[in-house]
């Protein structure tokens, strides 16, 4: 558990491509474009668990964490009660997202914790496998849940412990779970690295969207399975299993490409009631949500076109039935409308882990961050992340340069350097200009270096001939100086 509101940034080793990135050297304290989580060093990497916890909980975490190390599971958890501020963040906020997996001990205590809370949803858009610890029934924990844990919990295995004389067999499921989990993770994490996109080609299209936790969405899958191979002789209520062009057809017809929002919202609304009720949303949170599903699908003009609505549908090229997208999609905004929170004890990790995420949501909630943020060390964080968010996608590069553009105005130096690096790393000629004003003006010599970076990286006739005709000035003005 914590509870702080600042990150503080870890060495990692680079690839060509990100060398750039790192250039900026701040002051002490102060959050460079360096900062990310992948291929960190440190006292985290290699722990194959995370506990958050309430400290009311401690000894029951105590001896959970001692059967653990027993089985050979590396455990990492704040023992201390880590103080707010800037050294909890670095704290649970690393530990989070270099651990392997995360195991949340579910209380009433813990529940109703905003650091938990945060913590679960930072876990949650970090792609963790979560294993969650009840020592409360269900039906008492639910209720003081807060929707964004509720839903983010939703497709996680519980584990139920109903006495402390029973707990190491009780936990023999889990320790099971975790040394499998951990297995698949520690074979596959140079594959996992290897699928953030690192090519200069831009792809006309979207791509399909990336399922920020795959682990949970797996088990979301076989759970929906499971429960339609139970339900066999009873399948009155196809909803669940309805394929995105059957609900389409059903409810608009085979010809229809376009249908207007409202009516398409209307029949989301009446077929998947179940849906909405087991989510346990209220009609204000359900509007909400459906206002949200219309900028994802890029609703224009109050018109869906049917493109739209396969692509969220569709998540790592594996198309689902709409409940399935439906649910997932709640699960993910509420995760990340918790990080995002202005409040939110790991902000900041969250907005650095975004950047291997290429979706219409993670632009949107980046480019708010850009323009509306007051925080300097936020703002370079996530001028960063977008440039890794946007790259090799045309449509979210384009959006990507007016938010970056801005940062080159702003006033604080490490805000303008990350955008001129940030800019160079998505190639933005339409930017040159610009570039090439900080580069010859800029008060900041470390400002005018990042501009300098980042008309290199964008290359092109329009950058040499503005890099030439600076350097001709300067020898020019340099041989009037020396014959004064």
Same mark, same amino acid.
């Given at each position: 558990?914590?509870?702080?509101?600042?990150?503080?940034?870890?060495?990692?080793?680079?690839?060509?491509?990100?060398?750039?990135?790192?250039? +900026?050297?701040?002051?002490?304290?102060?959050?460079?474009?360096?900062?990310?989580?992948?291929?960190?060093?440190?006292?985290?990497?290699?722990?194959?668990?995370?506990? @958050?916890?309430?400290?009311? !909980?401690?000894?029951?975490?105590?001896?959970?964490?001692?059967?653990?190390?027993?089985?050979?599971?590396?455990?990492? /958890?704040?023992?201390?009660?880590?103080?707010?501020?800037? @050294?909890?963040?670095?704290?649970?906020?690393? *530990?989070? /997202? !270099?651990?392997?997996?995360?195991?949340?001990?579910?209380?009433?205590?813990?529940?109703?914790?905003?650091?938990?809370?945060?913590?679960?949803?930072?876990?949650?858009?970090?792609?963790?496998?979560?294993?969650?610890? #009840?020592?409360?029934?269900?039906?008492?924990?639910?209720?003081?849940?807060?929707?964004?844990?509720?839903?983010?919990?939703?497709?996680?295995?519980?584990?139920?412990?109903?006495?402390?004389?029973?707990?190491?067999?009780?936990?023999?499921?889990?320790?099971?779970?975790?040394?499998?989990?951990?297995?698949?993770?520690?074979?596959?994490?140079?594959?996992?690295?290897?699928?953030?996109?690192?090519? !200069?080609?831009? @792809?006309?299209?979207?791509?399909?969207?990336?399922?920020?936790?795959?682990? *949970?969405?797996?088990?979301?899958?076989?759970?929906?399975?499971?429960?339609?191979?139970?339900?066999?002789?009873?399948?009155?209520?196809?909803?669940?299993?309805?394929?995105?062009?059957?609900?389409?057809?059903?409810?608009?017809?085979?010809?229809?490409?376009?249908?207007?929002? +409202?009516?398409?919202?209307?029949?989301?609304?009446?077929?998947?009631?179940?849906?909405?009720?087991?989510?346990?949303?209220?009609?204000?949170?359900?509007?909400?949500?459906?206002?949200?599903?219309?900028?994802?699908?890029?609703?224009?003009?109050? /018109?869906?076109?049917?493109?739209?609505?396969?692509?969220?549908?569709?998540?790592?090229?594996?198309?689902?039935?709409?409940?399935?997208?439906?649910?997932?999609? *709640?699960?993910?905004?509420?995760?990340?409308?918790?990080?995002?929170?202005? =409040?939110?004890?790991?902000?900041?990790? &969250?907005?650095? =882990?975004?950047?291997?995420?290429?979706?219409? &949501?993670?632009?949107?909630?980046?480019?708010?961050?850009?323009?509306?943020?007051?925080? +300097?060390?936020?703002?370079? /964080?996530? #001028?960063?992340?977008?440039?890794?968010?946007?790259?090799?996608?045309?449509?979210?590069?384009?959006?990507?340069?007016?938010?970056?553009?801005?940062?080159?105005?702003?006033?604080?130096?490490?805000?303008?350097?990350?955008?001129?690096?940030?800019?160079?790393?998505?190639?933005?000629?339409?930017?040159?200009?610009?570039?090439?004003?900080?580069?010859?003006?800029?008060?900041?010599?470390?400002?005018?270096?990042?501009?300098?970076?980042?008309? =290199?990286?964008?290359?092109?006739?329009?950058?040499?001939?503005?890099?030439?005709?600076?350097?001709?000035?300067?020898?020019?003005?340099?041989?009037?100086?020396?014959?004064?």
């Amino acid at each position: 558990m914590g509870n702080g509101n600042t990150h503080h940034r870890r060495p990692k080793k680079h690839s060509k491509d990100d060398a750039s990135l790192a250039a +900026p050297t701040p002051s002490e304290g102060r959050l460079t474009p360096s900062m990310q989580h992948r291929g960190t060093v440190g006292k985290f990497q290699g722990k194959d668990v995370m506990i @958050s916890y309430s400290h009311q !909980d401690i000894d029951i975490m105590r001896k959970i964490k001692t059967i653990l190390e027993k089985a050979d599971i590396t455990v990492w /958890v704040d023992e201390t009660g880590l103080s707010p501020g800037t @050294s909890y963040l670095r704290e649970i906020g690393e *530990a989070i /997202v !270099d651990s392997y997996a995360f195991l949340v001990l579910l209380s009433q205590d813990s529940v109703q914790s905003k650091y938990c809370q945060d913590e679960v949803s930072l876990a949650y858009i970090s792609n963790k496998s979560i294993f969650a610890v #009840a020592i409360k029934p269900f039906d008492e924990l639910t209720p003081i849940m807060d929707l964004g844990m509720k839903l983010t919990l939703s497709a996680v295995q519980w584990h139920f412990i109903t006495g402390e004389s029973k707990m190491h067999e009780q936990l023999e499921p889990l320790i099971s779970s975790i040394q499998a989990n951990l297995t698949v993770l520690k074979q596959t994490q140079s594959d996992s690295e290897a699928e953030e996109r690192t090519t !200069d080609d831009e @792809s006309e299209e979207e791509p399909s969207n990336y399922v920020m936790n795959r682990q *949970a969405f797996k088990l979301r899958r076989l759970m929906s399975r499971t429960r339609i191979l139970s339900e066999e002789d009873d399948l009155e209520d196809t909803s669940e299993i309805q394929t995105d062009k059957e609900f389409w057809i059903s409810h608009f017809g085979e010809d229809i490409q376009m249908v207007e929002w +409202p009516k398409f919202s209307q029949a989301v609304d009446t077929t998947y009631a179940e849906v909405w009720k087991q989510m346990l949303v209220t009609e204000q949170q359900k509007q909400l949500l459906l206002h949200l599903m219309s900028k994802e699908m890029a609703v224009k003009k109050n /018109v869906l076109n049917f493109k739209e609505f396969k692509r969220f549908c569709t998540r790592d090229r594996e198309t689902l039935p709409l409940s399935q997208a439906i649910r997932l999609y *709640a699960a993910e905004t509420y995760a990340m409308k918790e990080v995002f929170n202005v =409040n939110s004890s790991v902000r900041l990790s &969250a907005i650095a =882990n975004l950047r291997k995420y290429q979706s219409k &949501a993670v632009i949107d909630s980046l480019l708010d961050l850009l323009e509306g943020e007051e925080d +300097p060390d936020i703002t370079v /964080v996530a #001028a960063i992340s977008l440039a890794h968010a946007a790259s090799g996608i045309k449509m979210f590069k384009k959006r990507a340069e007016i938010g970056l553009l801005l940062c080159l105005d702003h006033k604080d130096r490490l805000v303008r350097e990350s955008g001129c690096l940030a800019l160079g790393r998505l190639k933005s000629k339409k930017s040159i200009s610009k570039l090439v004003q900080l580069w010859r003006n800029d008060t900041i010599s470390s400002v005018r270096e990042a501009a300098q970076i980042a008309i =290199n990286q964008i290359g092109g006739d329009e950058a040499e001939q503005a890099m030439h005709v600076t350097k001709v000035l300067s020898e020019e003005i340099g041989l009037l100086k020396k014959s004064d």
